[in-house]
């Protein structure tokens, strides 16, 4: 009986303890299974960050190139913080390797082949290396928008980006968005394009000096120097519009125009009514671009008026909470632009500046400062009624100023 009751014994204990290991075996599965989920995650963040980095590396050289100048080390920096992206995703892919190491040793606990309390140290180990992975992807993404933000340091109060509209060799449209951080607002000023700067209408600077040039005669003519310049042509603004769902807007004046450019070297006819409006990138465009039955300081208005549709419509999506929406949404936007301005500035401007007020109707015209005449070419073209540039300067300064 004695004997009986010792065995019996021992069968309990075996079954106690075959229970107790089949416990320990499947909480480690499960333990694994969320290591692997949480090492994924930090695997997808570099993924992405590496993506992004390498893509904006080769398509935006020249504009780090330019950075330089303007910066001084930034690309130095950008360098750096890709480096360290890189070196983020070496050390993920070893961490890859580790969790596949635990993963075959946990199939073998069921044969006894593997020490359990070994293991669970190993697994806390590799825990801790995750962990600390996921604080480093934390860093490189908030590297990567403290990069972006530092890129429009400038010595005045003011960061100015030049917005070009392009048809052909044509510049139709000229604008400055001027930003006061201090004052949380974004002033637009429409520069007409018949100006003279230097003996020459100003939108001919663009294309026969580039962007930088373009850059100096604005300068030259209201005292303020862009930082930044973003020119878009008639197509890419369409598909911009359209990307976003297209805008909407309140026109508080009808608009007939019998002469619209139909692309094939005829005329259309184009009607807007007064009201609430929503436009398609195509009928957005025709808008912005009328001008036969109204004025080119008309036209300024107006395009104003669909900059800051643009930029409502963009605010509502409310990408700041959907950061790859936005990286996609920004990505596409930039690619249809001829632009100094990378996927991160851009996104780094959007995040600080989408609540400021954005103050338009700021045109420079004959009805201000500007007067008509012709020059010795029979050229049409727009001076400035004091002679010199210095009233307008004034003007723009106060516009602009905190």
């Known amino acids: 009986m004695h004997n009986l009751r010792r065995k019996f014994n021992?069968?309990?204990?075996?079954?106690?303890?075959?229970?107790?290991?089949?416990?320990?075996?499947?909480?480690?599965?499960?333990?694994?299974?969320?290591?692997?989920m949480a090492m994924m995650a930090v695997f997808g963040g570099f993924l992405y960050m590496h993506d992004v980095f390498s893509a904006d590396l080769d398509s935006k050289d020249i504009q780090v190139n330019s950075l330089i100048?303007?910066?001084?080390?930034?690309?130095?920096?950008?360098?750096?913080?890709?480096?360290?992206?890189?070196?983020?995703?070496?050390?993920?892919?070893?961490?890859?390797?580790?969790?596949?190491?635990?993963?075959?040793?946990?199939?073998?606990?069921?044969?006894?082949?593997?020490?359990?309390?070994?293991?669970?140290?190993?697994?806390?180990?590799?825990?801790?290396?995750?962990?600390?992975?996921?604080?480093?992807?934390?860093?490189?993404?908030?590297?990567?928008?403290?990069?972006?933000?530092?890129?429009?340091?400038?010595?005045?109060?003011?960061?100015?980006?030049?917005?070009l509209g392009t048809h052909g060799t044509l510049?139709?449209?000229?604008?400055?968005?001027?930003?006061?951080?201090?004052?949380?607002?974004?002033?637009?000023?429409?520069i007409p394009r018949d100006l003279?700067?230097?003996?020459?209408?100003?939108?001919?600077?663009y294309n026969l000096y580039g962007a930088d040039q373009m850059k100096q005669a604005v300068y030259e003519l209201i005292g303020i120097l862009p930082e930044k310049y973003v020119v878009v042509d008639m197509q890419a603004f369409t598909e911009i519009v359209d990307a976003i769902g297209g805008i909407d807007l309140y026109v508080d004046k009808e608009l007939y125009d019998n002469q619209y450019p139909d692309g094939y070297g005829g005329y259309s006819a184009f009607y807007m009514a007064t009201g609430d409006q929503h436009m398609d990138g195509s009928t957005a465009l025709k808008y912005a671009?009328?001008?036969?039955?109204?004025?080119?300081?008309?036209?300024?208005?107006?395009?104003?008026?669909?900059?800051?549709?643009?930029?409502?419509?963009?605010?509502?999506?409310?990408?700041?909470?959907?950061?790859?929406?936005?990286v996609t949404m920004f990505?596409?936007?930039?690619?249809?632009?001829?632009?100094?301005?990378?996927?991160?500035?851009?996104?780094?401007?959007?995040?600080?500046?989408?609540?400021?007020?954005?103050?338009t109707g700021n045109v420079l015209s004959t009805g201000n400062y500007l007067y008509s005449t012709y020059n010795v070419y029979g050229q049409y073209i727009l001076m400035p009624n004091s002679g010199d540039y210095s009233m307008i300067k004034e003007w723009v300064a106060g516009l602009v100023g905190s």
């Open 331 to 359: 990505r596409a936007i930039l690619d249809n632009m001829d632009t100094d301005i990378g996927l991160f500035e851009g996104i780094g401007y959007y995040s600080d500046f989408s609540d400021y007020t954005v103050e």
């Open 196 to 205: 003279s700067v230097n003996g020459r209408k100003i939108n001919e600077h």
């Open 171 to 190: 510049t139709d449209t000229l604008m400055v968005a001027s930003v006061n951080p201090e004052l949380e607002t974004v002033t637009l000023i429409s």
């Open 289 to 326: 671009r009328s001008r036969k039955s109204t004025s080119d300081f008309d036209r300024a208005d107006r395009q104003q008026d669909v900059v800051l549709a643009v930029r409502e419509k963009v605010a509502s999506m409310n990408l700041v909470s959907d950061p790859s929406t936005a």
């Open 10 to 36: 021992n069968k309990v204990h075996d079954v106690l303890d075959g229970s107790s290991r089949l416990a320990k075996i499947s909480l480690m599965e499960t333990a694994f299974v969320s290591m692997v």
């Open 69 to 163: 100048q303007e910066v001084g080390d930034l690309k130095d920096e950008n360098v750096a913080l890709y480096q360290e992206v890189l070196s983020g995703q070496n050390d993920v892919d070893g961490l890859s390797a580790s969790v596949e190491v635990l993963g075959n040793e946990i199939a073998l606990l069921g044969n006894g082949e593997v020490d359990i309390d070994l293991l669970l140290s190993d697994m806390q180990s590799l825990q801790t290396q995750i962990e600390q992975q996921k604080d480093v992807v934390a860093s490189v993404v908030t590297e990567s928008t403290e990069f972006a933000r530092q890129s429009y340091v400038s010595a005045d109060e003011t960061f100015d980006v030049l917005i």
